[in-house]
């Protein structure tokens, strides 16, 4: 063979390969995941290079700026019109700048801000061996109760990981609501609820507990997780494509160019059904719907409270915000096969987390049974598949999100010599006790039970109005109900602070330092601002409610 020939087999072969694209990404778009990811990546070099001794504070410091940072740039392109007029899908189709996007967006960085505040609480507990502690395991490879683990708490460690892991979880739910493709939304998805996984474990005290809560969780967030992959490639089987812009035209019939190998699977609605079955069974685990919920309670009372906190508020807001987009950019077009199964969804949530709720003895669980409630409220909005359906879900979100952030960090004050005292009997009294953080408290019980004034009663009739105007009146009567229902517990609580006998051996109620009472103060702040004059905040939801596709 002559060098001339072997010459032309390089160069034909090498033609092609110049014609390969790079990738086209808007970077500046894109800049507030960029911020928490990069800072989360950058928490672990402080892990590995900084002295243990300057590890919090450092963590604490970058945390803080880059979620700062990160909700700057929202503003910044909210402000630019990217929620608006300038909403498009940018990182070559995976990802969406739109309103909803910015809003959860912003919702998820303020959340985030506040539970980055309450890991960092180190008042709450007594000093050991001179050292302060917080909500966190000395040494989360150390066995409970060994040697090891009591020589690191001798020696003043604490586990400063859980601030990069709190950045990879808030970096994974700000792409999660976003999310433009199945495959971004999958693993948007694996990055949230990894580090989430391992926060779960790492409690200080009660770390059996904490640590069976992480295994279930896991466990069940692997299922999940399954399902949701497996839905991925049906519908991927079923349209030959990914993208949410793509499956909705398939749906729809209005595709333009059918790919023969792909025109014999396009018929198969038994591949489309089966596969967002799927997907958004999936969702719903994250959202803790019934009956995807089995692992909310035991998760919310073995976990960390701080971490409690965070998961209640922030996967709530990603996952309604990825449910949202799914059912109303990719399948439209299926609004009669899914609507139904939907309103049997919401109404025994709604229900069942009501009822279930009222026989709870342990405040962390009755949050969780409460937090259940709320999805199914939610779901009501997610059902009217009106504009205003959007806008009232996304109200929701910010006015709950906000309202849980606060709640659990008035329980992480309520302390006895077993740390944290949960059970509903040592609450008794705590009005005249500590007649102060009863009263914040009892702020945040009103907002959950939608009591006029608080957030929660300006979210509950947004979305039942959404509700009733996309005729789901029937949803909206049930949801008053069992409101009514979910009232009777929040109440008894009040009651039980306020007006009964406070136990000499009774619990304590610890003064935290100004991060957490900056976390307490904001969640009581925005409770009564968005319950007293929600007019700015119903209209800001609204022009963020069109998604774009």
Request: hydrophobic share 55%; glycine share 10%; charged share 10%.
């Amino acid at each position: 063979m002559s060098a001339s020939a072997v010459h032309s087999l390089w160069t034909t072969a090498a033609d092609p390969i110049s014609k390969i694209e790079a990738p086209k990404i808007e970077y500046a778009q894109l800049s507030p995941t960029l911020i928490v990811i990069g800072a989360a990546v950058l928490g672990i070099l402080v892990e590995a290079f900084v002295p243990r001794k300057s590890r919090y504070y450092a963590q604490l410091f970058l945390s803080v700026v880059a979620l700062a940072a990160a909700f700057a740039a929202v503003i910044a392109l909210a402000s630019g019109g990217y929620g608006t007029t300038k909403a498009h899908i940018a990182a070559m189709g995976a990802i969406a700048v739109d309103g909803p996007a910015l809003f959860l967006q912003g919702t998820i960085l303020l959340v985030g801000l506040l539970s980055v505040f309450t890991f960092a609480e180190r008042h709450l507990d007594p000093a050991v061996h001179g050292n302060r502690v917080d909500s966190f395991a000395a040494e989360a490879a150390a066995v409970p109760g060994s040697d090891s683990e009591k020589a690191a708490v001798k020696a003043g460690f604490t586990t400063t990981e859980v601030f990069p892991l709190a950045l990879f979880a808030i970096g994974g739910m700000l792409v999660f609501p976003s999310a433009n493709d199945l495959l971004t939304l999958f693993i948007a998805l694996e990055v949230f609820s990894l580090p989430l996984y391992l926060l779960c474990a790492v409690a200080r005290r009660k770390r059996l507990l904490s640590q069976e809560a992480a295994v279930k969780y896991f466990l069940l967030g692997a299922f999940a997780s399954a399902f949701t992959l497996f839905g991925v490639a049906l519908l991927y089987g079923y349209a030959g494509s990914v993208s949410y812009a793509t499956i909705a035209q398939v749906v729809e019939g209005t595709v333009a160019d059918v790919n023969p190998a792909l025109a014999d699977t396009m018929g198969n609605d038994a591949l489309l059904l089966v596969g967002s079955a799927m997907v958004v069974m999936g969702l719903l685990f994250k959202v803790g719907a019934i009956p995807f919920h089995m692992w909310t309670p035991d998760v919310y009372q073995g976990a960390p409270t701080p971490v409690t906190g965070f998961m209640a508020a922030a996967t709530k807001v990603a996952a309604f915000g990825a449910l949202l987009r799914l059912l109303y950019v990719v399948l439209p077009g299926l609004r009669w096969d899914w609507r139904p199964v939907m309103w049997g969804i919401a109404i025994i949530t709604m229900l069942g987390g009501a009822i279930v709720a009222i026989t709870q003895t342990d405040i962390k669980r009755l949050l969780a049974y409460s937090s259940i409630a709320h999805a199914g409220f939610i779901l009501a909005g997610v059902i009217a598949t009106t504009p205003d359906g959007i806008s009232s879900v996304l109200f929701y979100l910010g006015a709950y999100s906000f309202v849980t952030i606060g709640a659990f960090a008035v329980v992480t004050l309520v302390r006895d010599a077993g740390g944290e005292a949960t059970h509903l009997s040592k609450w008794a009294g705590l009005g005249r006790r500590s007649p102060l953080v009863a009263a914040v408290f009892a702020v945040f019980l009103l907002a959950f039970a939608g009591i006029p004034l608080t957030s929660g009663f300006a979210g509950k009739f947004a979305v039942f109005k959404a509700a009733a105007e996309g005729g789901a009146g029937v949803l909206v009567v049930i949801g008053v109900i069992s409101s009514a229902v979910a009232a009777f517990f929040y109440i008894r609580v009040i009651v039980l602070m306020f007006f009964s006998e406070p136990r000499p051996e009774g619990p304590t109620v610890a003064v935290p330092s100004p991060l957490t009472m900056t976390a307490i103060a904001v969640g009581v702040a925005v409770t009564l601002v968005l319950g007293v004059a929600p007019q700015y905040f119903l209209d800001l939801a609204g022009q963020a409610g069109v998604f774009v596709r």
